[in-house]
Nanobody
C-alpha cells in the first residue's frame, strides 16, 4: 500500500526557515514533488526531485530559497528566507515518470499519489 505522509509544517516569521518531510512507503517512485496551494489558488508544483539522478527542478518563485532532497524513504523540502506569499498548504506527490515529464511544469492531474498536506503560515 502506497502512503505519503507529510510533517514539519507550522508558522514562521518572514525571513525564517522551515523543513517539511514526506515519508514515502509502498513503492519506489522515480519522481517526487512538492506542491502548494495558496489561498484562493489552484495547486502548483514548487519543487521536484528525480530519484534516478537526483536532479531537481524548482518554480521560479522559490528558486534559491527552497531545496528538495531525499534520504532513503524521506523527501525533504528545506524552505529558507520565507515570505508571506509562501503561506499555503503543502503537499508531497509521487508518480512514475519519464525524466522530461518530472518537472514543475507537470500538473497535479499527472500525479497518482498524494499526502494529506501540511500547512505553512508565514507572517510579516
Amino acid at each position: 500500500q502506497v502512503q505519503l505522509v507529510e510533517s514539519g509544517g507550522g508558522s514562521a516569521q518572514a525571513g525564517g526557515s522551515l523543513r517539511l518531510s514526506c515519508e514515502v512507503s509502498g513503492y519506489n517512485f522515480n519522481c517526487i514533488s512538492w506542491f502548494r496551494q495558496q489561498p484562493g489558488k489552484g495547486r502548483g508544483a514548487v519543487a521536484i526531485l528525480r530519484s534516478g539522478d537526483r536532479s531537481t527542478d524548482y518554480a521560479d518563485s522559490v528558486k534559491g530559497r527552497f531545496t528538495i532532497s531525499r534520504n532513503m524513504y524521506t523527501v525533504y523540502l528545506q524552505m529558507n528566507n520565507l515570505k508571506p506569499e509562501d503561506t499555503a498548504m503543502y503537499y508531497c506527490a509521487a508518480k512514475s515518470s519519464t525524466w522530461e515529464r518530472c518537472s514543475t511544469d507537470s500538473g497535479e492531474d499527472e500525479y497518482t499519489y498524494w499526502g494529506q498536506g501540511t500547512q505553512v503560515t508565514v507572517s510579516s
